[in-house]
């Protein structure tokens, strides 16, 4: 049995954290009780500035833009549930986007899935590429295809897995194995599967990202992102560009997204079961042509998705027979439980029609290449009761 000790006396409390397991380090990882007062969870601490005894002579806070107590330990809860040393929290997903590219130059070149997020394409292409960086979209789930793509000016790796929305898997360590000793940066959208889930730094990436507005958060109440890194020297880049950018989050959205994560094990194990009876149901339903999820034998890179998750998550996506664009979107229109909405990753279960939503920013012919036809419906499922859902998917699909 995991005996951990616990040292309290008055300000100072130690616990064991390097030795917990994931369930235990999303609610004590990196957290310490507040040296004020004890207070178990971090204060929202709503301030601007601080107060200085001589010039320079602070606490070790002087500006919130640089430093906040509140977003500071949410950063060290994103290091420690990632197996990172350093974490970043950002306004948003995209946001720590942003700051991934900042630490490139004119003329390098990237690589990445060609069924990415909408957001990330139009991020990647729309701003970007006016500054002089390369996108390459390729289809990661072979390998094959990254070796293909890449060159001397090649600098950075950017993957999805599972991809969004066609689920698609790739495999981290093959891909961290291709650009070994080659000064090329792995980095990781973790978002669909949480670190729960999956935790691409152990598997050798360099760089996690989330839109911890998702499942970290948990309930969509939060706009928010998160990077996390192990190396001291890319932390202290990223770090500089998160304080000189200054896309950082507020110290009420980062209260919010810690509360969230303390949660984060339980919502992703009924997350998982409810999505597994979801796309089970789907696949034996007559009306029903494709399912998109990883649990399922058949998916493309199963083998891998068994070795580098704990689980298969929470989304799926799924085309009727025969459907066509109006009859993905009448289904959409008559869920009830299921909220149509953009966003995913809530205790609600959310529907979406991405070629008209997520993913309307990309261009219909490289959509559709990728499989993100016109009729195809993504699903976020919650944590209700599962039966209440398969109901509700009932009524719609008819």
Same mark, same amino acid.
């Given at each position: 049995m995991l005996k951990i000790k616990y040292l309290y006396n008055g300000n100072n409390f130690d616990c064991m954290k390097d030795r917990l397991h994931f369930n235990s380090k999303t609610i004590h990882g990196g957290q310490t009780p507040d040296k004020a007062y004890g207070a178990v969870m971090p204060p929202i601490y709503q301030t601007s500035t601080y107060a200085?005894?001589?010039?320079?002579?602070?606490?070790?806070?002087?500006?919130?833009?640089?430093?906040?107590?509140?977003?500071?330990?949410?950063?060290?809860?994103?290091?420690?549930?990632?197996?990172?040393?350093?974490?970043?929290?950002?306004?948003?997903?995209?946001?720590?986007?942003?700051?991934?590219?900042?630490?490139?130059?004119?003329?390098?070149?990237?690589?990445?899935?060609d069924d990415?997020?909408?957001?990330?394409?139009?991020?990647?292409?729309?701003?970007?590429?006016?500054?002089?960086?390369?996108?390459?979209?390729?289809?990661m789930h072979a390998t094959k295809?990254?070796?293909a793509a890449l060159n001397e000016k090649t600098k950075l790796i950017w993957l999805e897995t599972p991809t969004n929305p066609m689920?698609?898997?790739?495999?981290?360590?093959?891909?961290?194995?291709?650009?070994?000793?080659?000064?090329?940066?792995?980095?990781?959208?973790?978002?669909?599967?949480?670190?729960?889930?999956?935790?691409?730094?152990s598997l050798g990436a360099d760089i996690v990202m989330h839109s911890a507005t998702k499942y970290l958060a948990g309930h969509s109440d939060v706009v928010l992102g998160a990077l996390v890194v192990k190396d001291d020297a890319l932390a202290e880049r990223i770090g500089f560009i998160q304080n000189a950018s200054g896309a950082i989050c507020g110290p009420m959205d980062s209260f919010l997204t810690l509360r969230g994560i303390k949660t984060l094990h339980v919502r992703m194990q009924r997350h998982c079961e409810n999505a597994a009876t979801i796309a089970r149901y789907l696949k034996e339903n007559p009306k029903i042509d494709k399912v998109y999820w990883p649990g399922f034998e058949d998916h493309p890179n199963h083998d891998i998705a068994k070795t580098q998750m704990k689980d298969f998550g929470g989304m799926?996506?799924?085309?009727?027979?025969?459907?066509?664009?109006? @009859? @993905?979107?009448k289904i959409v229109e008559r869920l009830k439980l299921f909220t149509l909405a953009e966003s995913l990753g809530g205790?609600?279960?959310?529907?979406?029609?991405p070629a008209s939503m997520t993913h309307a920013s990309i261009p219909k012919e490289l959509r559709e290449k990728s499989g993100v036809v016109d009729a195809l419906i993504r699903l976020s499922v919650g944590i209700e009761d599962v039966r209440d859902l398969i109901a509700d998917l009932e009524q719609a699909i008819g």
């Open positions: 200085q005894s001589t010039p320079g002579g602070h606490q070790g806070f002087e500006y919130s833009r640089t430093h906040n107590p509140t977003r500071q330990a949410l950063e060290k809860s994103f290091a420690s549930i990632e197996e990172g040393t350093h974490g970043f929290a950002f306004g948003s997903g995209l946001a720590a986007m942003d700051a991934v590219l900042k630490l490139l130059q004119p003329g390098d070149e990237i690589i990445s899935t990415l997020y909408g957001g990330s394409y139009r991020l990647f292409t729309k701003i970007f590429e006016d500054f002089g960086l390369k996108f390459h979209f390729v289809p295809h990254i070796e689920m698609n898997i790739i495999d981290i360590k093959a891909v961290v194995d291709l650009v070994k000793d080659k000064n090329i940066w792995v980095a990781v959208d973790n978002t669909f599967a949480s670190s729960y889930i999956q935790q691409p730094l799926l996506s799924f085309v009727t027979k025969g459907a066509d664009y109006q @009859a @993905a979107i205790v609600e279960s959310l529907a979406g029609h």
